[in-house]
């Protein structure tokens, strides 16, 4: 599971899916999310402005991540 550190208190799931370098656009991410690609906790995902915050698991294209705040 690769960890990823935020700044901020929160980061949309379309925003997360480009910082990762998964997807190569905002466009391509929408079309993912929507097609139900994206899971977060374990469950599909279809909101590409879903909040995530620390502690928050994101898996897709077989990779898992989780949301890790700065401090």
Same mark, same amino acid.
């Given at each position: 599971m690769k960890k990823?550190?935020? +700044?901020t208190e929160y980061i949309t799931l379309g925003?997360?899916?480009k910082y990762v370098n998964a997807v190569d656009s905002g466009a391509i +991410?929408?079309?993912v999310i929507?097609?139900?690609?994206?899971l977060v906790n374990d469950e599909v995902e279809?909101?590409?402005?879903?909040?995530l915050r620390d502690g928050d698991r994101i898996?897709?294209?077989?990779?898992d991540?989780?949301?890790r705040n700065e401090d």
């Amino acid at each position: 599971m690769k960890k990823i550190i935020i +700044a901020t208190e929160y980061i949309t799931l379309g925003q997360f899916l480009k910082y990762v370098n998964a997807v190569d656009s905002g466009a391509i +991410a929408k079309i993912v999310i929507l097609e139900g690609q994206v899971l977060v906790n374990d469950e599909v995902e279809t909101r590409r402005g879903k909040k995530l915050r620390d502690g928050d698991r994101i898996s897709f294209d077989g990779i898992d991540y989780i949301v890790r705040n700065e401090d």
